[in-house]
C-alpha cells in the first residue's frame, strides 16, 4: 500500500516541523540562559583562585626572605 502526499498532508508535516524547531529554539534558550549563569559563577570561582594564589605566593616569598634574614642574623 502507498500513502499518498497531498498538500494538506505536506502542510501538516511542514507545520509539525517548524513546531518541532521552534521548541528546540525555546530549549537553546534556556540552555543558553544556564551557561550564561555559569560563566558568571565560575569567573568568580577564577577570580577567588587567583587571589589564594597570590596569597600564597606572597606568603611564601615574606617566609623564605624572614628566613634568609634570620639566617644571616645568626651569622653576625
Known amino acids: 500500500m502507498r500513502d499518498k502526499w497531498t498538500d494538506e498532508r505536506l502542510d501538516d508535516l511542514n507545520h509539525r516541523v517548524d513546531e518541532g524547531f521552534r521548541r528546540i529554539d525555546q530549549r537553546f534558550g534556556q540552555v543558553d540562559a544556564r551557561f550564561g549563569a555559569l560563566q558568571g559563577e565560575m569567573n ?33
Open 44 to 76: 568568580a570561582r577564577f577570580d577567588a583562585m587567583q587571589r589564594l594564589m597570590i596569597q600564597l605566593f606572597v606568603g611564601t616569598i615574606a617566609t623564605f626572605l624572614t628566613a634568609t634574614i634570620a639566617l644571616v642574623a645568626t651569622q653576625f
